[in-house]
């Protein structure tokens, strides 16, 4: 079984999966067979190596002996990928970025910032699997908070750049962008978007505000592939994914970017403590 799993270990990130028929020089030694499958863009997977639930899911009915690492946006646990957090079970374990279950953290955020916005949009992604828990906690943090949303839905270039136009034509004051990795492969776009339209947003990434967004707040994807890449080299020397427990990003950040700040005017309340500022 071991010297199988060295050849056949398999990381996948996306909708689908697939599985790869050992070649004829299986038999003999050779280096282990990484696979990889991705449902954001190339250039966008190009730095990372992952699952989202969809495309494990998939995995682990397909191939229940084949190891499988994962990183997810939602508890694994929830959404039936492993059996718990610390005793994952099964053949899959990964990385947990805390993310969806942040929306609501991120909409008082923005609030404070732009205090005197009643309206806020909120763009999601509707084949997002998570879509469903991120807009039933955002809908309680604005009744909380006393803020309307309107929910607007976008899963293709255009449909952002329709999103945008009705956020426009409505004269709405602010945007929540929810996490999604279609989002997260467009995010110059998105910045761009708000960069023209003069529309304070927060993002989910820190890598949005590096990229010019006025705000983010969560986990850095990093963190997350690189704790997935460690349990690929530990699988690979023997250990079984069912004792390896389910890591999560504890690292929060609050990212603000100064100079996008300045330029739609907004000054930062002092309660508003960053982790890192772009200036």
Same mark, same amino acid.
């Given at each position: 079984?071991?010297?199988?799993?060295?050849?056949?270990?398999?990381?996948?990130?996306?909708?689908?999966?697939?599985?790869?028929?050992?070649?004829?020089?299986?038999?003999?030694?050779?280096?282990?067979?990484?696979?990889?499958?991705?449902?954001?863009?190339?250039?966008?997977?190009?730095?990372?190596?992952?699952?989202?639930?969809?495309?494990?899911?998939?995995?682990?009915?397909?191939?229940?002996?084949?190891?499988?690492?994962?990183?997810?946006?939602?508890?694994?646990?929830?959404?039936?990928?492993?059996?718990?957090?610390?005793?994952?079970?099964?053949?899959?374990?990964?990385?947990?970025?805390?993310?969806?279950?942040?929306?609501?953290?991120?909409?008082?955020?923005?609030?404070?910032?732009?205090?005197?916005?009643?309206?806020?949009?909120?763009?999601?992604? &509707?084949?997002?699997?998570? /879509?469903?828990? =991120? %807009?039933?906690?955002?809908?309680?943090? $604005?009744?909380? +908070? @006393? !803020?309307?949303?309107?929910?607007?839905?976008?899963?293709?270039?255009?449909?952002?750049?329709?999103?945008?136009?009705?956020?426009?034509?409505?004269?709405?004051?602010?945007?929540?962008?929810?996490?999604?990795?279609?989002?997260?492969?467009?995010?110059?776009?998105?910045?761009?978007?708000?960069?023209?339209?003069?529309?304070?947003?927060?993002?989910?990434?820190?890598?949005?505000?590096?990229?010019?967004?006025?705000?983010?707040?969560?986990?850095?994807?990093?963190?997350?592939?690189?704790?997935?890449?460690?349990?690929?080299?530990?699988?690979?020397?023997?250990?079984?994914?069912?004792?390896? &427990?389910?890591?999560?990003? /504890?690292?929060? =950040? %609050?990212?603000?970017?100064?100079?996008? $700040?300045?330029? +739609? @005017? !907004?000054?930062?309340?002092?309660?508003?403590?960053?982790?890192?500022?772009?200036?």
């Amino acid at each position: 079984m071991c010297d199988m799993r060295r050849r056949e270990f398999i990381t996948l990130l996306g909708s689908t999966a697939a599985a790869w028929p050992l070649p004829a020089r299986a038999q003999q030694p050779a280096m282990p067979v990484i696979g990889f499958l991705s449902a954001r863009s190339p250039y966008g997977s190009v730095p990372h190596a992952a699952v989202t639930p969809p495309a494990a899911l998939a995995a682990k009915a397909a191939a229940k002996t084949i190891p499988i690492v994962f990183t997810t946006m939602l508890d694994p646990a929830k959404v039936g990928l492993v059996e718990s957090l610390n005793r994952p079970g099964g053949n899959a374990t990964g990385a947990y970025t805390l993310a969806t279950s942040l929306e609501g953290k991120r909409l008082e955020l923005l609030h404070e910032v732009v205090p005197k916005v009643a309206r806020i949009a909120v763009l999601v992604n &509707p084949h997002f699997w998570g /879509t469903e828990l =991120e %807009l039933k906690d955002l809908h309680e943090a $604005a009744r909380i +908070l @006393g !803020l309307e949303l309107l929910v607007l839905e976008a899963s293709s270039e255009g449909g952002i750049t329709a999103a945008f136009a009705t956020i426009v034509e409505q004269r709405i004051g602010a945007l929540l962008v929810a996490s999604d990795p279609f989002f997260f492969d467009q995010r110059e776009q998105l910045v761009a978007l708000t960069a023209r339209h003069a529309i304070p947003a927060i993002f989910f990434f820190p890598e949005f505000a590096l990229a010019g967004g006025l705000m983010a707040y969560g986990t850095r994807l990093a963190d997350s592939y690189r704790q997935a890449g460690v349990y690929v080299g530990r699988i690979l020397k023997g250990e079984k994914p069912a004792d390896l &427990p389910i890591q999560q990003s /504890t690292k929060i =950040e %609050l990212i603000i970017n100064l100079k996008t $700040a300045q330029a +739609l @005017g !907004l000054t930062f309340p002092i309660t508003l403590f960053a982790n890192e500022v772009i200036e």
